[in-house]
T-cell receptor, first 114, second 112 residues
Framework: DADVTQTPRNRITKTGKRIMLECSQT?????MYWYRQDPGLGLRLIYY???????NKGEISDGYSVSRQAQAKFSLSLESAIPNQTALYFC?????????????FGPGTRLTVL | RKEVEQDPGPFNVPEGATVAFNCTYS??????FFWYRQDCRKEPKLLMS???SGNEDGRFTAQLNRASQYISLLIRDSKLSDSATYLC?????????????FGKGTSLLVTP
């Protein structure tokens, strides 16, 4: 099921580098989200967007920025990567029209910052 | 107090057993509730939405108790393929913003 895709799937980078993670979806959903997952901490919301040009901070937005270029695309940037941003990053989408707002996740990007 | 709390397990059960997971949430404004399944190093996948009246999908039954702020998931006739981590998820959408709070997950291992 390739409805939500993320690129790259794996990335190793160095401290201070700028990194962009891309998310695309073909589900036609209006809402998109970025999460990170760390062992023992569960999933935490970084940013979310309810439509194009709508950007909202989540629980842990510091050190990150996002761009919603089109309804189908939502990118996450780390302007200057640091080692504690090493994590598994997930993009998710949902459809506001369903009322219950179930979210559907991409396959994840494993990011390592050295 | 954490927003969503789950027993991390692991729960080790034999094939065919019935197993129940519980989850409590702290925010009474929570509006919608879900169980997700996550396999190791994979994305979470929606298992069930949890409705006020409770709902069943094959071997899986979910219950919601708003008064006690408690959600449960029951798995009957466990299969080896049920081995995974089960995430309890609670959605809050209020004037202060949107939040989808994930529990840290309960690990299930079904053995032959």
């Amino acid at each position: 099921d390739a409805d939500v895709t993320q690129t790259p799937r794996n990335r190793i980078t160095k401290t201070g580098k700028r990194i962009m993670l891309e998310c695309s979806q073909t589900k036609g959903h209006d809402r998109m989200y970025w999460y990170r997952q760390d062992p023992g901490l569960g999933l935490r919301l970084i940013y979310y967007s309810f439509d194009v040009k709508d950007i909202n901070k989540g629980e842990i937005s510091d050190g990150y920025s996002v761009s919603r270029q089109a309804q189908a695309k939502f990118s996450l940037s780390l302007e200057s990567a640091i080692p504690n941003q090493t994590a598994l990053y997930f993009c998710a989408t949902s459809d506001s029209g369903t009322g219950y707002n179930e979210q559907f996740f991409g396959p994840g990007t494993r990011l390592t910052v050295l | 107090r954490k927003e969503v709390e789950q027993d991390p397990g692991p729960f080790n059960v034999p094939e065919g057993a019935t197993v129940a997971f519980n989850c409590t949430y702290s925010n009474s404004a929570s509006q919608s509730f879900f169980w997700y399944r996550q396999d190791c190093r994979k994305e979470p996948k929606l298992l069930m939405s949890v409705y006020s009246s409770g709902n069943e999908d094959g071997r899986f039954t979910a219950q919601l108790n708003r008064a006690s702020q408690y959600i449960s998931l029951l798995i009957r006739d466990s299969k080896l393929s049920d081995s995974a981590t089960y995430l309890c998820v609670v959605n809050i959408n209020s004037n202060s913003g949107y939040a989808l709070n994930f529990g840290k997950g309960t690990s299930l291992l079904v053995t032959p």
